[in-house]
């Protein structure tokens, strides 16, 4: 079968003939239809993740049609159209993932390829009204915002909602999944385009992180937040407690802008604030954001969709975070 392969850290992806995998026990293989990319892929091109191997399939993200099943799976899932949960091994804990937690597409084979295989507890019917593109952008960065919202950040009608750096694919379900639910939500962003493009969305306002006085222009506008929703970090995540109603949440999970700075502690506990770190989340939570998703039949924000043969010029786009929402290749 044809597939992406990185063969070295600031190597190009290429495309290249590879073995086509064989569905083993509890196992199921898909014909990728469309799959997404997320910032972990460009971490991994970059060399700079854990455990990487060469050469690697990457790739989280994949909507496709079940194609062969293993021993032990039920044959009547072969030609149904699916999606993947990428978090492999969850484990027992709700709260917490196991030592066992693995994503899809490092160290298994991803679904930048023709074929991917995975364990059949990770399939989900595809959301009907969406595209094969649109249903692969959702699963890595829809579960994580999904989780980090309602599961850590207990966000709820009415609440005030921050997200940090909207044109993410995180930051841009972040946003779908809090207008859906009923939330106020502010944004921020690097670029008058990206806040206009999530005001439709369903955005109150938003204001330019690289503007000096950003946070006095957040207060400004919504005067407090009940759940902050970030995945940059970085030196302008000291000002979020400020912008804090008493009790709020603070959730994160990455750090596209740097570290966690010196924080003022007086603020965070004075206002009994938390900060939340999540990571990903449980099948659970993907039930439920699928859930979520097809009652208000969200569509996924598609930044640009390349052809699999072009995945380097895909994951060259994050270079520069022009994207705003996903960026997806098609079979
Ligand atoms: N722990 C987990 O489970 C998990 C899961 C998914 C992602 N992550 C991490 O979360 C982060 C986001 O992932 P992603 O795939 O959604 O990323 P992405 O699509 O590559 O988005 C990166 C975005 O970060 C924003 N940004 C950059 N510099 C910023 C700054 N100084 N202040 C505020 N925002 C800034 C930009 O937003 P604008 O375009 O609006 O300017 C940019 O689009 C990454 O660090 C990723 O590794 C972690």
């Keep these: 079968m044809k597939a992406i392969v990185l063969e070295a850290a600031d190597k190009p992806l290429i495309l290249k003939d590879v073995e086509k995998p064989k569905a083993e026990l509890g196992e199921v293989l898909v014909q990728v239809k469309a799959a997404a990319l997320n910032r972990r892929d460009w971490w991994i091109t970059k060399g700079q993740y854990a455990g990487i191997k060469y050469p690697s399939i990457l790739g989280s993200d994949g909507s496709g049609i079940v194609a062969e099943v ?18 492999n091994n969850w484990g027992e804990h709700q709260d917490y993932q196991s030592k066992e937690f693995k994503i899809l597409g490092l160290p298994d084979s991803g679904t930048f390829a023709e074929y991917v295989k995975t364990g059949a507890e990770y399939l989900y019917p595809k959301p009907a009204h969406l595209t094969w593109e649109q249903a692969a952008a959702i699963p890595l960065a829809g579960l994580t915002a999904y989780r980090a919202l309602f599961t850590k950040g207990k966000a709820k009608k009415g609440d ?65 937040f009940d759940v902050i929703i970030d995945s940059a970090l970085g030196e302008s995540f000291a000002k979020l407690p400020d912008l804090c109603n008493p009790g709020a949440r603070i959730v994160f ?31 659970e939570d993907f039930k439920a954001m699928l859930e979520l998703i097809n009652e208000h039949k969200i569509v996924p924000v598609v930044d640009e969709v390349f052809d699999l043969a072009d995945a380097e010029k895909a994951v060259r786009k994050m270079d520069n975070s022009a994207q705003f929402g996903k960026i997806v290749l098609r079979n």
Excluded: H
């Design 253 to 283: 999970f990455g750090g596209t802008a740097g570290n966690l700075p010196a924080l003022n502690a007086r603020k965070i506990f004075w206002k009994q604030l938390q900060l939340l770190g999540t990571t990903m989340g449980t099948q």
């Design 70 to 87: 293993g021993p032990g799976v039920d044959q009547s899932w072969i030609g149904k159209e699916v999606i993947i949960n990428p978090g």
């Design 160 to 224: 005030k909602v921050l997200i940090v750096g909207v044109g993410a694919g995180t930051g841009s379900f972040a946003l779908q999944w809090a207008v859906a639910a009923g939330c106020q939500v502010f944004v921020t962003s690097g670029t008058s385009e990206k806040i206009e493009a999530a005001r439709k969305l369903g955005a109150a306002a938003g204001v330019n992180y690289k503007a000096q006085d950003w946070a006095e222009q957040l207060k400004q506008l919504a005067a407090g």
